[in-house]
């Protein structure tokens, strides 16, 4: 069974950085893609930023220059360095992932949060 698990979230103050990491486990032969959204209260889950087997990345506006994706697939983990933080950057941080076993099916991680105070 394939998993993936956040870590890195918690609370920090407007212009701090977080690092966020996903690690997947299970049985896992490769990774199509692999994304962070980010769901804030109220509003509906949103493409943060994206990074492909090939290393194309890929980010929202509102995150670009600030934030950077990337991924170390032999360890089966991704990372979403975060600088710069602003206080509309507060969500639910989720890892997403299309990865390949007996067929390529997309999982989610369970979130983690982060807060950005003013």
């Known amino acids: 069974q394939v998993q993936l698990v956040e870590s890195g979230g918690g609370l920090v103050q407007a212009g701090g950085s977080l690092r966020l990491s996903c690690a997947a486990s299970?049985?896992?032969?490769?990774?199509?893609?692999m994304a962070w959204y980010r769901q804030a209260p109220g509003k509906q889950r949103e493409l943060v930023a994206s990074i492909t087997s090939g290393d194309t990345t890929n980010y929202s506006d509102s995150v670009k220059g600030r934030f950077t994706i990337s991924a170390d697939l032999a360890n089966k983990m991704v990372y979403l360095q975060m600088n710069g933080l602003k206080p509309e950057d507060t969500a639910v941080y989720y890892c997403?992932?299309?990865?390949?076993?007996?067929?390529?099916?997309?999982?989610w991680g369970q979130g983690t949060q982060v807060t950005v105070s003013a």
């Open positions: 997403n992932a299309d990865i390949i076993t007996n067929w390529v099916h997309t999982y």
């Open positions: 299970g049985n896992i032969r490769g990774f199509s893609a």
